[in-house]
């Protein structure tokens, strides 16, 4: 991908990708599903993830897993309401790039 | 490494960190490459090493994620996490990319600054003062050592120095002496002449040969004093001048 992907951009894909589960999800599983959609190097999500939490648009909770805990993301009321955001703000500006960039040769 | 050791070395880089934050991100990267199981070894080559995950939570903690990285279509980039073999795919797609990339033409300018430097050559920064009080105190604490190993050269300096300064005397003290005892004789062969005239007349003669001594050294004296000694101190203030200015005035 040659278009470069914003930090808002980025926190909307997380919150959309953690909203996907009711039960939530853990960090590996979230790195994995963020770069099926964009570029993202392994170490990346951590410092975003921690602001997210920061920001109260997540919250984590321990689940033990084959005797070991694993730590889990879940979204918060907030964050569903900045994702909600994220969203119309989305559809807006994709739609308006969508449209510039279609070949449209008579402007009628 | 495996992905134990890595994380043990990411723990140790971040001992000075406070406990909850350090165990916190600890556990999500260790968590991660447990998690990626297989993939860990890929996994921790894309984390690049333990220093720049380190740095990674060490920059999030005090705040300077926000303003120093940027996600672009290559992940999350961060020059300050670059590792220098940090290996950036040329984007061939571009113009900009079949021209070598950034990081070559970095290393360019860098040459070109570096090369410029050389070439302008800034004066070294000096100041006679300095040099002068920098000299007179290297005197002083090396004293020890001159008046010890260079005791003997001081004695044959100082010898040497007393032999000069009694030429001096001598040779002025001869010149008016010969000039003194010249003119004495003259007068006394003068006045012995009236009575004993051959006896006077060796007298007067007598005197002005040692006349003509003394003239002789006057002429000696006028050419030691006149042009060695000047010679000699100047020889002498050269060479102090020359080991205090030496390096600047040999350009």
Redesign the interface.
């Known amino acids: ?7 808002a ?2 926190d909307a894909i997380v919150l959309a990708v953690v909203s996907r589960t009711v039960k939530g999800t ?4 979230i ?1 994995q599903d963020v770069r099926g959609a ?7 999500l ?2 975003v ?3 997210l939490l920061k920001e109260d648009c997540l919250e984590v909770y321990d689940l033990a897993i084959d005797g070991r805990n ?2 889990y993301y879940r979204i918060t009321e907030k964050g569903r309401t900045q994702l909600n955001l994220y969203r119309s703000e989305w559809a807006i500006y994709s739609g308006k790039i969508s449209h510039i960039l279609e070949e449209l040769t008579d402007e009628q | 490494m495996n992905s134990n050791e890595f994380m043990e070395r990411v723990e140790y880089l971040l001992s000075d960190i406070p406990q909850e934050e350090k165990a ?2 600890v ?3 260790r ?2 490459l447990e ?2 199981g297989e993939n860990a070894k890929k ?1 921790m080559e ?3 090493s333990p220093e ?2 380190a740095s ?2 060490r920059l ?1 903690l005090a705040g300077n ?2 303003e120093g ?8 980039e961060d020059e300050r996490f670059r590792e220098p073999n940090y290996q950036v795919a040329n ?1 061939l ?2 113009p900009e990319g079949r021209e070598g990339g950034e990081e070559e033409k970095r290393e360019n300018a860098w040459q070109q600054a570096s090369y410029n430097g050389e070439k302008a050559k800034q004066p070294v920064r000096t100041s006679r003062p300095l040099k002068i009080i920098l000299w007179i105190v290297l005197i002083f604490v090396s004293a020890p050592i001159w008046l010890g190993a260079g005791g003997l050269l001081t004695g044959i300096l100082a010898g040497g120095f007393a032999l000069l300064l009694g030429i001096i005397v001598f040779l002025g003290v001869m010149t008016v002496a010969l000039l003194l005892a010249g003119a004495g004789l003259c007068v006394v062969g003068i006045l012995a002449m009236v009575r004993w005239f051959a006896s006077g007349l060796l007298l007067f003669g007598a005197g002005v040969v040692v006349i003509g001594l003394g003239v002789l050294s006057l002429l000696l004296s006028i050419l030691f004093y006149g042009k060695l000694i000047p010679w000699m101190v100047r020889s002498i203030v050269n060479g102090i001048g020359g080991l205090i200015y030496g390096r600047s005035k040999r350009k």
């Open positions: 991908m040659i278009f470069n992907t914003g930090a951009l980025l853990y960090g590996y599983k790195t964009i570029e993202v190097s392994e170490s990346t951590y410092p993830l921690r602001r694993r730590r | 916190d991100a556990a999500y990267y968590d991660y998690e990626a996994a894309d984390f690049g720049r995950i990674i939570i999030e994620l926000k990285g940027e996600f672009t279509e290559r992940g999350y984007r797609d571009l």
